[in-house]
């Protein structure tokens, strides 16, 4: 199992605890407030916070560690081996959607190969944004918001990807 869904359903506290600490990784990877930082000459402030990054991603891997300890979750929190991936797409591409402070991309994996689209309408700090703002879209009671937001993802990540990759019927 690679998702936490099952975790969740077997050990909420170890579930719990990867979200504790996935969230906490999230906010210590603030690397505009980290370039303010060096700009200002402040390099101790940095040196603090990777240490602390640090700290926490040896708590991931432990806890990773833990769960796939558990019976059941030897493959808990694996990337697929592409051989299977590529298996999976026999019936239409997969499309892998990845964000990150380095850039934006989709990888198109075909029952033959892979390829890569840069998405470079948006940023990381975009899409968190947006990711961030989804929960209050679903539950309002304003159709516009939610058609705003899907408008948006369809015309800055999905369209661009489905061109790249050919799949758009026109």
Do not use: M, Y
């Not at 170890?14 to 603030?30: F, K, N, P, Q």
């Not at 590529?86 to 989709?106: Q, Y």
């Amino acid at each position: 199992f690679r998702s936490l869904d099952r975790l969740d359903e077997e050990h909420p506290d170890l579930a719990a605890e990867l979200r504790d600490i996935r969230l906490r990784l999230d906010r210590s990877t603030d690397w505009s407030r980290i370039r303010r930082w060096l700009a200002a000459g402040e390099g101790e402030t940095v040196d603090e916070a990777l240490s602390a990054r640090r700290r926490l991603a040896r708590q991931w891997d432990a806890q990773l560690g833990r769960v796939r300890e558990l019976d059941r979750f030897a493959d808990f929190q694996t990337t697929r081996p592409f051989d299977e991936l590529r298996k999976a797409a026999t019936a239409g591409p997969i499309i892998i959607v990845n964000t990150s402070p380095l850039g934006c991309h989709a990888v198109v994996v075909s029952a033959v190969d892979a390829s890569t689209v840069e998405l470079t309408q948006v940023t990381h700090e975009e899409v968190l944004h947006r990711a961030a703002s989804w929960s209050d879209t679903v539950g309002s009671e304003d159709a516009a918001v939610a058609a705003e937001l899907l408008s948006w993802l369809w015309n800055k990540i999905v369209e661009p990807i489905l061109r790249a990759a050919d799949l758009l019927r026109e």
